[in-house]
């Protein structure tokens, strides 16, 4: 009896030990699962803070530059509360928080590299944050395509007011390269207005594809558009789409000679701005391609360009513009905000350029992002 007893006492302490064995092994699986949860856990936080991070160096070079790489970059883009500093000497901006940090390469002024065109770039962010003493990286690459969106530039020339041309003078709003020469994609109307369209003597309107033709008085010529919409806005700044003080930093002179030039403490590139009326400026003499502006801030003295001479690459935008003549040729757009009188006569020329108002620096880019690669890096 007594040996059964001790073989019973010997094979409930087996038993014990075989249960505390088995439930310290799942203690430990338990301890170790959530060891690894908790570990998990703070790993993926850390991945995702450096993913949004540099999520955000392309949300900021992307609002960057279609501020034209000028000014700084908002602190609470998005409502996210980081502080970015604008680093422009080596082109990147930095973003910080408590948790992460990232740095965003691009250049201010894009310059196409591999597979690149003057449209497009790419944004390397790589958004960094700490994890037991690690860095953990995520890097954001992005393909960047820009465009310029000018709403009232819908011709080769856009006007209020009828519009009259004599001579051999020519609006074509067919699409041409910066050298005058046809790309082959339609383009625009030659003349857009809110008025009529007379062509008298030989003078030629084309565009949408079509070459110019000749000898037509009244009404719209072909491949004219009539403009029903709203007219032209006031000022230059609104027409060109940009906000009133976009030009605040460039030298506004009444007199072209006194425009400007390289080398000056106040000259700017890629703009002239004349607020008053002028007579044959020397389109030659100007650093193209360039907007080129004419405007009064007294409605009732308009400033006028008179007969100007010359070539000319860019965007001309004034409150009048009369007697285009002589063999000057005009590549680009023009936008007359009053037409009450001869635009264009001789043999002048105002040809349509999509590639010459896209090569204009001072004009706002829109960019968008159309490729999206992200990479982790441990």
């Not at 960094?128 to 000018?150: E, F, H, M, W």
């Not at 080769?156 to 790309?183: I, K, M, P, Y």
């Not at 003499?285 to 360009?305: E, F, G, K, R």
């Not at 100007?308 to 001309?316: A, L, S, V």
């Amino acid at each position: 009896m007594v040996r059964l007893l001790r073989e019973e006492k010997g094979v409930m302490i087996a038993s014990i030990y075989v249960f505390v064995a088995v439930l310290v092994t799942i203690m430990a699986v338990f301890f170790w699962i959530t060891y690894t949860e908790v570990s998990t856990s703070g790993r993926l936080v850390s991945d995702t803070q450096a993913l949004c991070s540099a999520e955000a160096g392309v949300d900021c070079t992307i609002h960057h530059l279609i501020r034209d790489g000028r000014g700084t970059v908002p602190a609470n883009l998005s409502g996210r509360p980081y502080t970015v500093r604008l680093d422009s000497s080596n082109n990147r901006i930095i973003v910080s928080n408590a948790a992460a940090t990232f740095e965003a390469w691009y250049p201010v002024t894009p310059t196409p590299g591999t597979g690149e065109t003057a449209d497009q770039l790419t944004i390397t962010s790589a958004g960094t944050a700490q994890y037991k003493g690690a860095n953990i990286t995520r890097v954001i690459t992005a393909a960047a395509q820009s465009s310029i969106d000018l709403k009232y530039v819908t011709a080769a020339v856009r006007a209020d007011g009828d519009v009259r041309t004599l001579g051999n003078f020519t609006a074509d709003g067919r699409d041409h390269d910066a050298n005058g020469n046809l790309t082959g994609t339609p383009g625009l109307p030659g003349i857009s207005t809110t008025g009529d369209v007379d062509c008298d003597g030989s003078s030629q309107v084309g565009g949408r594809g079509f070459a110019p033709v000749e000898g037509f008085a009244g009404g719209q010529p072909p491949y004219s558009q009539p403009h029903n919409g709203e007219p032209l806005p006031p000022t230059p700044e609104e027409i060109l789409g940009v906000d009133a003080h976009h030009f605040d930093g460039v030298t506004k002179v009444n007199d072209p000679a006194h425009f400007p030039v390289p080398g000056d403490a106040n000259y700017v590139a890629g703009v002239y701005y004349l607020t008053s009326s002028a007579a044959e400026i020397n389109l030659d003499a100007l650093q193209q391609p360039a907007i080129l502006i004419a405007h009064s801030s007294d409605p009732a003295n308009p400033a006028v360009l008179f007969n100007p001479k010359g070539t000319f690459k860019g965007i001309i935008v004034a409150d009048e513009i009369r007697q285009i003549t002589g063999q000057t040729t005009i590549i680009g757009a023009v936008v007359s905000k009053f037409s009450e009188h001869t635009l264009g006569m001789g043999i002048a020329k105002i040809l349509y350029s999509s590639e010459v108002i896209k090569d204009l620096s001072r004009l706002p880019r829109r960019w968008k992002v159309t490729t999206w690669k992200d990479a982790r890096n441990v």
